[in-house]
């Protein structure tokens, strides 16, 4: 007898290949009988492919007569319970941490791979790495091998013999078939009648020896091999080679292959929906799902299966949309601990340390809702971000902790402090609170700043690991203080109190009280995810024993990969929707399968070349990766597919996936084609999947389609949807669709805006206030406080703008200036401060008169004024963007002081002011000057007066263009948009009562042509008689809460169409798109601006 007969008779060892689903569990029923016999309680082991597998043996089992006996571990560990007395004091396994610990030092020794960084290389190494070391293989490379191949051959070899002193899966298996082979110890209960290996998912040498060494102890041996009789492609292939593997390694029979069936590896009869983007194809799916709990045998939830092979953008997807439609579902894959609050602050606290203080990280470490015993400051978001935009900082310590500073005694000055208004008392609460919370933050950063560690400093991990642990619970409190999450579950108020007629969705059925709560499955209990947190960084000192110190981007790097490798379990199987990737369900059985994102060139995947093992380069030829790789894509499928043993399984396929139009993969036409006669299934390709139509695929059009013909909502949202989607077509007014009577629901508004907005009168929407101007403060706040010239000008330019600004303090959002450009109120500031300096030392001081010297002071005013600036809003911008700056206004601001010595001596007047303050300031010069029902306040740049008190001249400094003001020689006041050159008159009448020339004038220091002056008014009694009633017009437009959108003339900026008064306007993308006709044939709320226009000066 041969050596293989001899074998096949010694040992008692049958392979079968098995169909899944079903008939597995049948056989493994008929096999668990036939190996325990009549009444035996002799322990029986079923090895499984999963933890879910064994789960649903046991139950399977039990529902059929009981499983006492019978005991469902993987394979591996039923290995490490083999080994377990031979491990205990020994060597540590080989974890994930320790494994790209392993991988990254063999990078760094390699001579092929000094120097490069092994961030990009850790990952595809460790992956590669596995696969050789299970399948036993050494890459052998020569010399005409790539360069990357011999890259990976070498790092390979540093790394085994690094990992030989751990505990990988190989080696525990090894060590459980040496242990099996040494006859003189005795070996636990898990042998006593049997083993079955039930379906597994790969079968590696060293588990075929397992195999061997069990059944060369007496042990019967059964093996059920996945089968489903794919004639066309690869997806049997894992199973052969597995069968192959076991005969060697165990000399038993080699089981016959199951004749093949046309079509026999497919569904019955499948179903196919098609929908425009993945999030209709997922709420299709809940619709179906619904229909179905509708039905006269609905099937139970926990047989009920949602499969995928991207997890992107699919997990979130689905998870979302069984949380709106408030169903409960169970995961296979977890929640990673990176993606737990906790962890994200982690991880953006760790990233602060070795980057720097960022608003970005604070929003973050902020959303992930710290517990109050952190450190950081408890402040809204909001806040933050307010406080942020005072201060004028973005990133970097140091200037957190001076802007702050800065911020602090800002806004510790009491503004108005003689003003005890209740507006002016608001305002002094609200600055002394912005002093409180700056100087909070800037204390946080101090502390936290203290903290940090040198970015190249390196420490033992056992140091770094205690460093961390200090960080943590200092600036976010400790794991177990977070508060549990919130639930994700949405809230609706319609299911409180008793339903009402509006209510289209009845009260849903209370939930079962064996259902968790939405925290509970997610495993979000606060103590256990602490408990995982903490040992995944414990774990880190584990990778002292292959790198003894580090440095932080190291330690970083590591925790990431902790926090990623360890999960938290999401609900247990039977309690829910299963939700996971299509090859987690190997030894699942559910009624109803739906499998997701069929796309070409997603799934299956496009096969790519393998650059560090390529095919032939272990060699043997035998190991291509690519191969393989294919061979389990194909088996996976095949096999979710088989989990609906039944039949009943949905395929989906979106028309567009990741924003670009997708066609359908060639698996999904092969499904599809199946219900097709066999002439049309060999035609069958993108263009003619899209033209079927058949009562077995289901089509959505579109969103408001989906929803419109959905046999049953997919949630509360979607039933409302899809009935006023149909209330709508009946050609029924959907104002008195029951959902828009609701006041505590958006549709009631979102109808009245959009009537209102093409309503050719201003509205509420878009102004109208005139329904609560009454009662509104803004109607009294004009002359309770007083104003500025700016308020006043910006209600004549746009009264929606002052609305919006004014009225309800909307802060314009933060944009996106060049590094290369030198923000405009920046340069502004910088031409006010060096004037004023210059002005007040040389001309009014008297120190002037030498031109070398004036222009030395100038000079240094000029470095004066950037200091200043520099403080009070940083140096946002490239350094030679402000040497630019500086040079450009040195010459330009020369040029100025000599045409203005020249202006004084023409009109023979000298500067007398500087920041001339009038009103209500801690150090006003002058009462505040009343025009109408208003008071004024301002600061004048300058006056320049004669030496016999008859001429005064008033002038203010703009660094801009000129451009803007010429038309002020029309009308002085510009229809009320510019009123400060009046006012600012005024003011030096009463300043000087026996001057009888005085007048007003922008002045353009940067100019190069020209006066570099415009408007030159005279103040008189005609230009007061008019500044009067632009002044009474805007008061009675305030008052009458009329703030019309008021766009201006069309302008052409940039090849884009705009308006004069909306090119520049912050708010100008929230104003709506009818802005330019607002005014048109409403004189009721119009009037108010017209009356601006209606009498210019002459």
Request: charge should be negative; aromatic fraction near 6%.
């Amino acid at each position: 007898m041969s050596d293989d007969g001899e074998a096949a008779t010694r040992l008692d060892v049958r392979i079968e290949y098995v169909r899944p689903g079903n008939k597995a569990f049948e056989w493994l029923q008929r096999e668990i009988g036939s190996l325990q016999g009549s009444g035996s309680l002799d322990a029986l082991t079923v090895l499984v492919p999963n933890e879910p597998a064994g789960i649903s043996v046991r139950r399977y089992l039990a529902d059929r007569g009981g499983c006492i006996a019978v005991k469902t571990p993987r394979l591996t560990e039923f290995a490490n319970e083999l080994v377990k007395p031979v491990r205990e004091g020994g060597s540590a396994d080989l974890s994930a941490i320790l494994e790209a610990a392993i991988v990254r030092r063999a990078i760094a020794e390699s001579d092929r791979t000094r120097g490069v960084s092994p961030g990009a290389f850790v990952s595809p190494f460790v992956t590669l790495f596995r696969d050789l070391r299970r399948a036993e293989i050494t890459p052998t490379v020569d010399s005409t091998a790539s360069l990357s191949s011999r890259a990976a051959a070498e790092v390979f070899g540093r790394f085994r013999a690094r990992a030989e002193q751990f505990w990988d899966l190989t080696a525990i298996v090894n060590a459980a078939t040496r242990g099996l082979a040494a006859t003189s110890r005795s070996w636990p209960s898990l042998l006593q009648r049997g083993v079955i290996l039930w379906l597994p998912t790969r079968v590696d040498p060293s588990d075929a020896r397992l195999i061997g060494a069990i059944a060369a102890r007496g042990v019967p041996v059964r093996v059920a091999l996945p089968w489903f009789g794919d004639a066309l492609e690869s997806g049997d292939a894992i199973s052969r080679a597995a069968a192959a593997l076991l005969v060697e390694k165990t000399g038993c029979a080699l089981p016959p292959e199951p004749e093949p069936t046309p079509g026999g590896h497919l569904p019955r009869a499948p179903r196919v929906i098609r929908a425009p983007d993945p999030t209709e194809e997922v709420r299709e799916v809940l619709r179906a799902i619904a229909e179905d709990l509708h039905g006269p045998e609905p099937t139970p939830l926990h047989s009920t299966a949602i499969l995928y092979r991207q997890a992107e953008p699919y997990a979130t997807l689905v998870r979302d949309a069984l949380d709106a439609a408030r169903l409960p579902w169970v995961s296979s894959e977890g929640l990673p601990l990176i993606e737990t609050r906790p962890g994200r602050a982690l991880m953006t606290l760790l990233a602060m340390a070795r980057d720097d203080i960022s608003l970005d990280a604070i929003i973050e470490l902020l959303e992930a809702q710290p517990p109050p015993s952190a450190a950081l400051p408890d402040l809204p978001i909001a806040r933050w971000i307010g406080l942020a935009r005072m201060a004028a900082v973005e990133r970097g310590a140091a200037l957190w902790l001076d802007r702050m500073a800065e911020l602090a005694r800002r806004k510790s000055a009491p503004p108005d402090e003689d003003d005890d208004s209740e507006r002016a008392i608001e305002a002094r609460e609200v600055a002394q609170a912005a002093a409180r919370d700056a100087q909070r933050i800037g204390e946080w950063v101090e502390a936290f700043d203290a903290d940090r560690p040198g970015s190249e400093e390196v420490r033992p991990w056992s140091a770094w690991i205690e460093w961390f642990t200090g960080l943590r619970d200092k600036h976010l409190g400790a794991a177990a203080d977070w508060a549990p999450a919130a639930s994700l579950t949405p809230t609706d108020s319609s299911l409180d109190g008793p339903a009402t007629a509006a209510n289209l969705s009845p009260r849903p059925p209370e939930q079962p009280s064996f259902l968790p709560s939405p925290e509970a499955r997610r495993g979000a209990s606060s103590d256990n995810i602490a408990a995982l947190i903490d040992k995944s960084i414990a774990e880190l000192a584990q990778i002292a024993r292959v790198e003894p110190t580090t440095t932080l981007v190291g330690f970083i790097d590591a925790l990431d990969g902790a926090l990623r490798g360890r999960s938290l379990t999401m609900g247990r199987l039977g309690e829910g929707v299963f939700v996971g990737p299509n090859a987690a369900v190997a030894g699942l059985r559910f009624e109803r399968v739906y499998l997701l994102g069929l796309v070409e060139g997603s799934f299956p995947p496009t096969a790519r070349f393998d650059p560090f093992l390529p095919p032939g380069a272990d060699g043997s030829g035998g190991f291509d990766r690519r191969d393989l790789a294919r061979a389990r894509e194909r088996r996976d499928f095949l096999a979710a597919m088989a989990a609906a043993p039944g039949g009943d399984v949905t395929l989906g396929v979106p028309d567009a996936y990741g924003g670009r139009a997708a066609h359908p993969s060639r698996w999904a036409l092969e499904v599809a084609g199946s219900r097709l006669p066999p002439e049309q299934a060999h035609a069958l390709d993108a263009e003619a999947f899209r033209s079927l139509s058949h009562v077995w695929l289901r089509i959505v059009q579109s969103p408001i389609a989906g929803t419109m013909y959905a046999r049953a909502p997919a949630d509360l949202e979607d039933r409302r949807r899809g009935g006023g989607a149909r209330w709508h077509a009946s050609h029924l007014d959907l104002r008195d669709y029951p959902v828009a009577q609701r006041e505590d629901l958006p549709l009631r508004r979102a109808l009245e805006l959009s009537r209102a907005r093409i309503n050719p009168q201003v509205t509420i929407y878009d102004g109208d206030l005139s329904r609560v101007a009454a009662t509104a403060r803004f109607a009294s706040d004009l002359t309770r406080r007083e104003q500025s010239a700016s308020g006043l000008e910006t209600w004549a330019t746009c009264p929606f703008r002052y609305f919006l600004q004014r009225v309800l303090r909307v802060q314009a959002p933060d944009t996106e200036v060049s590094p290369w450009r030198i923000d405009p109120r920046v340069r502004g500031s910088i031409v006010h401060g060096v004037l004023e300096r210059y002005v007040r030392q040389v001309l009014i001081g008297g120190s002037g008169g030498n031109a070398e010297v004036d222009r030395a002071v100038l000079g240094q005013c000029l470095r004066d004024a950037f200091s200043e600036i520099e403080t009070e809003f940083g140096c946002a911008g490239h350094p030679l963007a402000w040497l630019r700056l500086e040079d450009g206004l040195a010459a330009e601001l020369a040029v100025y002081l000599e045409r203005d010595a020249e202006w004084r001596a023409d009109n023979a007047v000298a500067p007398r002011h500087v920041e001339y303050r009038f009103g209500r300031f801690h150090d006003a010069e002058r009462d505040p000057v009343v025009v109408g029902p208003i008071r004024f306040r301002g600061v004048i740049d300058r006056i320049d007066v004669s030496d016999d008190g008859s001429k005064a001249v008033v002038t203010d400094y703009k660094s801009g263009s000129a451009q803007p003001y010429r038309e002020l020689e029309d009308d002085p006041l510009l229809g009320g948009e510019h009123v400060q050159l009046a006012l600012y008159g005024l003011a030096a009448r009463q300043m000087f009562p026996g001057a009888t020339d005085v007048t007003a004038a922008f002045v353009f220091p940067r100019s190069t042509s020209g006066s570099g002056r415009a408007g030159d008014l005279s103040s008189d009694a005609g230009l007061e008689a008019r500044f009067k009633k632009v002044v009474d017009a805007i008061v009675a437009g305030v008052r009458a809460g009329a703030f019309p959108q008021v766009a201006g003339e069309p302008t052409d900026r940039g090849g884009s169409r705009s308006y004069a008064h909306c090119a520049n306007c912050d708010f100008d993308r929230i104003c709506p798109a009818r802005r330019d006709r607002t005014l048109r044939g409403d004189d009721r709320i119009g009037r108010f601006h017209l009356a601006l226009t209606s009498e210019p000066s002459a």
